[in-house]
Nanobody, 124 residues
């Protein structure tokens, strides 16, 4: 059974930082591109960032470019998202996703596996 276990969310003040983790099991981690999405209440899922299979290429949405950093440790089957300079509008449930991207990493349909989500709340 494939599992993506996301963790690291919580309550943080504006300007603060959090690091999310996503531990994968049941799949060949290094054979999957990995991404982070988020979904705020009442909104569609928003693609945030993608890292390729070997970690040599990363891509970011404009909304998080320069503030968030995606990384992976294939030896530990773990994906990370370092989030700095957090804003109230970053409040959402954050999901990790795994798949072999064929066309557009921003599309939800590109991913075969999803984590359960971890809630990030940015508020004073």
């Amino acid at each position: 059974e494939v599992q993506l276990q996301a963790s690291g969310g919580g309550l943080v003040q504006p300007g603060g930082s959090l690091r999310l983790s996503c531990v994968a099991s049941g799949l060949t981690f290094g054979s999957n591109d990995m991404s982070w999405f988020r979904q705020a209440p009442g909104k569609e899922p928003e693609w945030l960032s993608t890292i390729n299979k070997v970690g040599s290429r990363t891509y970011y949405a404009d909304s998080v470019e320069g503030r968030f950093t995606i990384s992976r440790d294939n030896a530990e089957n773990t994906l990370y998202l370092q989030m700095n300079s957090l804003k109230p509008e970053d409040t959402a449930v954050y999901y990790c996703a795994a798949g072999v991207i064929r066309n557009d990493p921003r599309r939800v349909s590109e991913y075969k596996y999803w984590g359960q989500g971890t809630l990030v709340t940015v508020s004073s």
